[in-house]
């Protein structure tokens, strides 16, 4: 409805305007040489231009505050500020005055007035202010609807309404990769490292205050973005968090299962929950955002139904002399299991000890461990493999190589 009809149908006027700070207004310098047609005329009005500065006008160096002309862009996590205002504009006094703002989305519509409650009177040239706030949490179009009912000096009943459309946008893009690390050597397993690249996709820089992750029930986390010096933590960014346009910044999280978890092999089976991001920013003049991500979600190695993994092997071994590594064994499946290991000699490696001996009976979930011993004839890197093991139950047999990798060395090299 346009103001002016509403002021000639209606006793009252109502004015909305979006409450957000000023902007920074860059002067682009425009001059010429003396002898052209406007003489000195745009350099003497460069000199007159406060946002200049002196002695250095053509240097585009000059920035002042300037306030908003349209209603801007709103990106998704900030938070959307209006001002509301009902003036009366006639001679009369208007009664039982009900100011009501809604906020439609695509999915739901929000009322954000701050009372529910009439004002029972309005006298001439008086207004009524409301100041609404809402975190955006959609994208998409969005529509303020804001509503006036009163009642005229003659009893009359009045309604208008009017309607404000924006549209709110994604400030960022967010891509995450899981990559999944079993660390049987240390004291906790099957380690998963999370990177999340971020990027700026609006037309301004972002200081980006924090990037955290709350990692779910099953999960501990380690931070991978800063170091240490000197005893002191510092951001891996630097000392400037700032992201710049199109920019794109990668975080490093580390997650470990706690320890009830990690010993029950069915949690590292099926979609696991790792947690979920939360982004705050600030842009501008100090608008801050933020940002949580949806429960992030990651499809754990398979395994089958027997998983085999190494707890303790040296890094270098001598050439052709005897050394020991430590497995473990974990029943995955939902049945009992009655396993025979068999050793299988490779190129390189030979194991020794007795192939195909029993190991009994392993029950769901459960693990038992091993210390097997072997050799190699050949020096360099070499592949631990050749180890089988059968199910006697299901006469299923499961192979594994190139489990682990060891430095063979001459033990002469080594005495030197």
Not at 71 to 94: A, C, K, M, P, R
Not at 275 to 290: Q, S, Y
Not at 345 to 373: A, D, E, F, M, Y
Request: net charge negative; glycine share 6%.
């Amino acid at each position: 409805m346009d103001v002016t009809q509403a002021k000639q149908e209606h006793l009252l006027a109502l004015k909305v305007m979006r409450l957000t700070k000023p902007t920074l207004f860059t002067n682009i310098p425009v001059t010429c040489e003396e002898r052209d047609l406007p003489g000195n005329l745009f350099n003497q009005l460069m000199k007159d231009d406060p946002s200049t500065v002196k002695g250095a006008e053509a240097l585009m160096l000059g920035e002042m505050l300037t306030l908003p002309q349209n209603f801007g862009n709103i990106f998704l996590g900030e938070t959307f500020s209006s001002y509301i205002s009902v003036h009366n504009d006639s001679h009369q006094v208007v009664k039982d005055i009900l100011v009501k703002a809604d906020l439609q989305t695509s999915s739901q519509r929000l009322n954000l007035s701050a009372s529910s409650a009439a004002v029972a009177e309005l006298k001439q040239d008086c207004c009524i202010d409301d100041v609404i706030h809402h975190e955006v949490k959609e994208i998409g179009t969005h529509i303020l609807v804001c509503a006036v009912s009163y009642t005229t000096q003659t009893g009359e009943k009045m309604y208008f309404r009017k309607f404000f459309k924006f549209q709110v946008l994604k400030p960022l893009d967010v891509k995450t990769k899981f990559y999944n690390a079993e660390s049987d050597l240390s004291s906790v397993t099957d380690e998963v490292f999370l990177e999340a690249q971020i990027q700026n996709i609006t037309t301004s820089p972002m200081f980006m205050e924090k990037v955290s992750l709350e990692p779910s029930i099953m999960y501990n986390v380690v931070e991978l973005n800063a170091v240490s010096q000197g005893g002191d933590s510092m951001s891996t960014f630097g000392t400037r968090t700032y992201l710049q346009p199109m920019d794109t910044r990668q975080y490093l999280y580390c997650l470990k299962p706690k320890q009830e978890f990690a010993e029950k092999a069915g949690v590292i089976k099926g979609v696991t929950v790792i947690g979920k991001l939360d982004i705050v920013w600030k842009t501008n003049l100090g608008e801050k955002g933020r940002l949580q991500t949806s429960q992030l979600q990651r499809m754990a190695p398979g395994y089958g139904d027997v998983r085999l993994s190494l707890e303790t092997i040296p890094d270098t071994v001598n050439l052709e002399e005897p050394f020991d590594i430590t497995c473990k064994i974990t029943n995955c499946s939902e049945r009992t299991m009655d396993l025979v290991l068999e050793m299988c000699n490779t190129n390189s490696i030979h194991w020794c000890g007795v192939s195909g001996r029993q190991l009994g009976k392993l029950h769901p979930t459960s693990s038992l461990h091993l210390t097997l011993t072997l050799l190699s004839s050949v020096q360099g890197l070499q592949s631990v493999s050749g180890l089988r093991l059968t199910d006697t139950f299901l006469k299923r047999t499961y192979e594994y190589d190139d489990i682990a990798q060891v430095c063979v060395i001459s033990s002469k090299i080594k005495e030197k």
